[in-house]
């Protein structure tokens, strides 16, 4: 998948928010009106950081043509929302504007979902996901790969795919940031994406074979059985990984030191299981993300959408001097259109 990011500072970027949405819509597979639909719901969001918190983040993520999803995450750190289902309202405005926003949201995507905590900000999460036969699924997992500032590419990425009750988790942080770190984590991503299947053990030493003419990759493989309540885990290098219970308490995962296709620093692999009970949620990132957040203090987050969860984390715990790929996977309820 794809993601970037716009600064929403200014009224002249909300127009490159609705630019980008638009190229990327479009680029996914959606068809004319679908496109003229995202461009809607960018532009609706990236005003609301404006009017509402003077500015925040646009994020966008396209899964690509195969998958034909888009998502648009809009986040902020002005006051919250006193009332979400207020605001989710036609003709309800604290902002002295029409009140449309995110009723038009709402009307537009197959998905609308908004977090929301006093003073901490607010954070809206807008999925397109058209199918054919009109059915829809929620993911299980979801998440962003965002570059560090003044970089075109990012250097860290990450994929999943669901089969049935299964999922399986790829997170890659290549060496140093730009064009050569892209090139090694995008190896791993296109060698995950040909071996479905294989154990975490097996797709790490799988992936360091395949990594050897590029600078390297830190790699973190994940197996999730929904059904059995089971998380297996391999990591080399520094991916972190955290299983937070239903109760709040955190267990993170255990990941070796090295490198994935530099043999010097390559140890033996280990493959690692844990418990994931229903109501768990597993979260793994780069170490452009620190490490000291706790879910805990978020109540209600983790019942939301993946991809909203990662936002809220990448917002609130980004380094700033480093690429930043947050991914959350878990079983969620599917009912309820907003949180917070």
């Not at 993946?306 to 599917?334: H, I, M, Q």
């Amino acid at each position: 998948m794809i993601s970037r990011q716009v600064l929403v500072e200014e009224q002249s970027q909300v127009a490159e928010g609705r630019r980008v949405a638009a190229g990327m819509a479009s680029d996914g597979g959606f068809n004319e009106t679908e496109v003229g639909q995202v461009s809607i719901v960018a532009t609706e969001l990236a005003t609301n950081l404006l009017k509402h918190a003077r500015g925040g983040e646009l994020l966008l993520i396209s899964w690509g043509e195969r998958q034909r999803r888009l998502e648009i995450v809009a986040l902020d750190k002005g006051p919250g929302m006193a009332d979400v289902r207020q605001c989710l309202e036609d003709g309800y405005s604290t902002a002295g504007s029409t009140g449309s926003g995110l009723g038009a949201v709402l009307r537009l995507a197959t998905r609308l979902e908004v977090y929301t905590a006093p003073q901490k900000g607010t954070t809206a999460f807008a999925e397109f996901h058209p199918a054919p036969n009109g059915t829809w699924a929620r993911a299980a997992a979801g998440g962003l790969s965002i570059p560090i500032r003044g970089e075109q590419v990012c250097g860290d990425a990450w994929d999943a795919r669901q089969d049935g009750d299964t999922v399986e988790l790829l997170v890659a942080d290549g060496l140093g940031h730009g064009p050569g770190a892209a090139e090694a984590s995008g190896a791993a991503v296109e060698i995950f994406r040909r071996h479905p299947g294989l154990a975490p053990k097996d797709m790490v030493e799988t992936i360091h074979q395949g990594l050897q003419k590029t600078r390297g990759a830190a790699i973190g493989a994940a197996r999730i059985d929904l059904a059995g309540g089971e998380l297996r885990f391999a990591g080399v290098g520094n991916t972190s990984g955290v299983i937070v219970g239903r109760d709040g308490r955190q267990h993170s995962v255990l990941s070796h030191n090295g490198t994935a296709g530099m043999a010097v620093v390559m140890r033996t692999v280990q493959e690692y299981a844990y418990p994931f009970p229903e109501g768990a949620v597993a979260i793994f990132h780069s170490d452009g993300l620190a490490t000291h957040w706790n879910l805990s203090a978020y109540p209600g987050l983790g019942n939301c959408h993946p991809t909203l969860l990662a936002a809220v984390l990448y917002r609130d715990f980004k380094r700033g001097r480093d690429d930043v790929t947050v991914v959350s996977v878990g079983r969620r309820s599917a009912n309820a259109d907003a949180g917070g």
